[in-house]
């Protein structure tokens, strides 16, 4: 299958401070990526649709002021959660499906803890 | 009419024995629907996929049947292992790259 990569696994950051997650397709282009959260023993959440070269869309209820998401080439989006506060500390995926086929592949994860 | 139901929450299964996760769905737009894999802290890896035009698709031990009347899909796991531990999501979505809708999920624990 296809390769989705996220960088980095794991960040500790400091409540108030923003963090950038780094999601790539390695072997395709992707204009489209999603970005979901998942909390412990539940399921994935989807927060927002990544397009290259144009607007995110969000699903109900996601600040898209808090979670920017830039999808600035066919291989790179990336989510920056803004202001984070200990509610953010999540599990955040991204996935990707390939080009014409209904194949999506999911990136191993950021793990996200707010202090 | 966007949820999948997905059951049972956990199952706990003998080795070697069948282990059966069932999912139902709502909105008959959808026509991909997939099953995926997670391990603990890691991401969801793609099983196995079915489309609503077959009955049955069986990759290895996996098996998908797909009942399109009764709008239920469910994933078979012959042969159960150890290694295959995991919690599992059936998903759905209307195909070409569109978003996919997840159900709750199956933790499976296969014992020795």
């Known amino acids: 299958g296809a390769v989705v990569s996220q960088h980095p696994s794991w960040v500790i950051c400091k409540s108030g401070t923003s963090v950038k997650i780094e999601c790539r397709s390695l072997d395709f282009q992707a204009t489209t990526m999603f970005w979901y959260r998942q909390f412990p023993k539940q399921s994935l959440m989807l927060m927002a649709t990544?397009?290259?070269?144009?607007?995110?869309?969000?699903e109900q209820g996601v600040e898209k002021d808090k979670f920017l998401i830039n999808h600035a080439s066919l291989t790179l989006s990336t989510l920056t959660v803004t202001s984070a506060h200990p509610e953010d500390s999540s599990f955040y995926i991204c996935?990707?499906?390939?080009?014409?086929?209904?194949?999506?592949?999911f990136g191993p994860g950021t793990r996200l803890t707010v202090l | 009419q966007q949820q999948v139901k997905q059951s049972p929450q956990s199952l706990i299964v003998q080795k070697g024995g069948i282990s059966i996760i069932n999912c139902a769905y709502e909105?008959?737009?959808?026509?991909?629907f997939p099953w995926y894999q997670q391990f603990p802290g890691k991401g969801p890896a793609l099983l196995i996929a079915?489309?609503?035009?077959?009955s049955e698709k069986k990759e290895g031990r996996f098996t998908i049947s797909f009942n399109k009347s009764a709008k239920q899909f469910s994933l078979h796991i012959m042969d159960s292992q150890p290694g295959d531990s995991a919690t599992y999501f059936c998903?759905?979505?209307?195909?070409?790259?569109?978003?996919?809708?997840f159900g709750t999920g199956t933790q499976l624990k296969v014992e020795l």
């Open positions: 909105n008959t737009a959808f026509d991909y």
């Open positions: 990544s397009n290259e070269g144009s607007k995110a869309t969000y």
């Open positions: 996935s990707a499906p390939t080009s014409g086929r209904d194949e999506q592949f």
């Open positions: 079915i489309r609503p035009d077959v």
């Open positions: 998903a759905a979505t209307t195909g070409g790259g569109n978003k996919l809708t």
